[in-house]
């Protein structure tokens, strides 16, 4: 039986002697989109990353397999050149919500100083006064936003049981139904306000939801198209949240564009709310520690706690700052932060307060949980404990078993620390764990 293009993919790579990541690194993509390509999830990559596979592989673009090459490419999607201007607002809106059932290769992926032009913009132009829109038919009232936004709310907690292409599907239809409010219907200005606050949180959502899928061109257009949303709303707390949205990806894509990304999010956010600016600070210690920047890094870390300790004192944080707890804050903040300047004592002592502070038995305790056991594994295996680095991935897998294929980046993170100790497979405990997680990379496939 013929190879599909998938497994065809797949023997090339193995037989050219690389990895998913060498792979996925020498055609500017993530691991997880081709993985994704190899298990058949994405049927096919766009034509520009199918002329760096071919180069990559020494073939030419028919021996891959994915069929002819002289078809018929849509334009490309680029939100980030229109001005920051409510009618600006409006046709990108529009156009994203047109465009949503495109071919992911139509949208543009931009990257150091074409990205910065946007966000530049972003910082420079001053939101303008809410205007009112009488128009005829039904009035949109504040009651109206508030099921808009509980539904927003609904939409993140299924993001966290698993996302993917279905939920995305669900939380474009919901954008199309909010940019029909925005545009053909009645309401005052602070209502207005709140339908583009509204429609600047769902983008976002569903850009995380393309990231995590490993659509990054789609997931970057929409973060722009969301920054939009929030700059006409004048909710400069979401906007800043989304320039951290942005610095995440870029440690993925261009860890150039993740400090001056993750700045910029300080830069904009004017406001007092404590959670906001403990968010904004861990990002901030994320991004310069994954750059390097021992120094700043720390300070970040710091200046996040202190704005934590604050916070028990103020209830009027965003919804969307649901997520950030105790747990979060020295597991994914401290804790992953303290790994990437090398600083592995003080990473283990946050990654354990994570681990002891954290609920059972919810979603966020399955993805930060892990996220902690590992990224603590990976700790005792950077100090050559390969025996304590196993013991504690196989307790994430003891508490959360199969469940942990739920959740995405959990999924990636045993993965990544499995590649990293198959070297040792002389240890019977490194046999037995790599065993393991191939047995539920197995069940999930």
Partial sequence: MPLTPNETLRELRRTRGLTQQKLADLIQVSRSTERRWEHGHIQRPHIGQLKALAHALG????????????????????????????????????????????????????????????????LATPSLDPANYDRPGMRVTDEVVDDLDAFNA????????????TLLQAVQGQM????????NRSYNAQVGQRLHSNIADLLRTGAWISFDMGQHAQAQQMWITALRAAHTAGDHALGALILTNLSEQAKEINVGDTVPLAEAALQRYRGNNAKVHTLLQLQAAQAYAYSGDSSPARRAIDASFTHWNNANRDNSAPSWTYQLT????????????????????????????????????????????TLAHTMLAKTYLKQGEIEQACLTVTQALDLFGADINRSHQARTHIDYFTRQISDYQSSPAVRVLIDRTHSLTVGNV
């Avoid at 609904?154 to 292409?165: A, F, N, P």
């Avoid at 199309?176 to 545009?183: A, E, F, G, I, Q």
């Avoid at 990437?340 to 966020?364: D, K, R, V």
Wanted: hydrophobic share 40%; glycine share 10%; with cysteine.
């Fill in 326 to 369: 105790e747990p979060l804050i020295h597991g994914r903040g401290a804790g992953f932060s303290y790994y990437a300047i090398g600083q592995w004592a003080l990473a283990q002592q946050h990654l354990h307060t994570a681990l002891l502070t954290q609920e059972p038995n919810t979603l966020c305790c399955l993805a930060h949980g």
């Fill in 176 to 183: 199309r139904l909010v940019s029909d409010l925005l545009n």
């Fill in 154 to 165: 609904r939409l993140r907690v299924l993001d966290d049981w698993g996302g993917g292409e």
């Fill in 59 to 122: 073939v030419s673009m028919d021996e891959l397999g994915f069929g002819p090459i002289n078809q018929t490419v849509a334009p490309r999607i680029d939100v980030s050149t229109e001005p920051f201007t409510p009618s600006a607002t409006s046709r990108t809106l529009m156009m994203m919500c047109k465009n949503e059932r495109v071919e992911r290769r139509s949208f543009t992926f931009l990257v150091g100083t074409a990205l910065a032009a946007p966000v530049g913009q972003y």
